[in-house]
Nanobody, 119 residues
Framework: QVQLVESGGGLVQAGGSLRLSCAASGRTFSIYTMGWFRQAPGKEREFVVAISWIGGFTSYADSVKGRFTISRDSAKNTMYLQMNSLKPEDTAVYYC????????????WGQGTQVTVSS
C-alpha cells in the first residue's frame, strides 16, 4: 500500500501562486507515476498533471499549461505542484494520486486539499 498526504492548499487572489506538496509513504518503490487531479463543486474530477517517478516525464492538461509546474523529489518521496497565475476557475479540491504502472489505474489517492482563488 501507498499512503499519500497533500498539503499547501489555501485561499489566494487571482494572479497569485500556491505550492502544493504530496508526501508518499509505504510501498513507495512501487510508484510508477504520480499526478494531481482536481474537483470543483458540481463537476467531475479532472486530470491536471502527471509525472513519471523515473525520468520525470510530465503531462499537463491544456488548462494549466504554462501556469502550473509539477516536480518530484525522489529522495523525499514527495511531489510538488507549483501553481502560478491562478484563476478563479482553478478553485477546486486538489487530489494527489499514484499508480504502479503505465497502464495501471490510479489506485492510490490522498485526502485532498482545498484551493480557493478569489476574483
Amino acid at each position: 500500500q501507498v499512503q499519500l498526504v497533500e498539503s499547501g492548499g489555501g485561499l489566494v487572489q487571482a494572479g497569485g501562486s500556491l505550492r502544493l506538496s504530496c508526501a508518499a509513504s509505504g510501498r513507495t518503490f512501487s510508484i510508477y507515476t504520480m499526478g494531481w487531479f482536481r474537483q470543483a463543486p458540481g463537476k467531475e474530477r479532472e486530470f491536471v498533471v502527471a509525472i513519471s517517478w523515473i525520468g520525470g516525464f510530465t503531462s499537463y492538461a491544456d488548462s494549466v499549461k504554462g501556469r502550473f509546474t509539477i516536480s518530484r523529489d525522489s529522495a523525499k518521496n514527495t511531489m510538488y505542484l507549483q501553481m502560478n497565475s491562478l484563476k478563479p476557475e482553478d478553485t477546486a479540491v486538489y487530489y494527489c494520486a499514484a499508480k504502479a504502472g503505465s497502464s495501471s489505474p490510479w489506485g492510490y489517492w490522498g485526502q485532498g486539499t482545498q484551493v480557493t482563488v478569489s476574483s
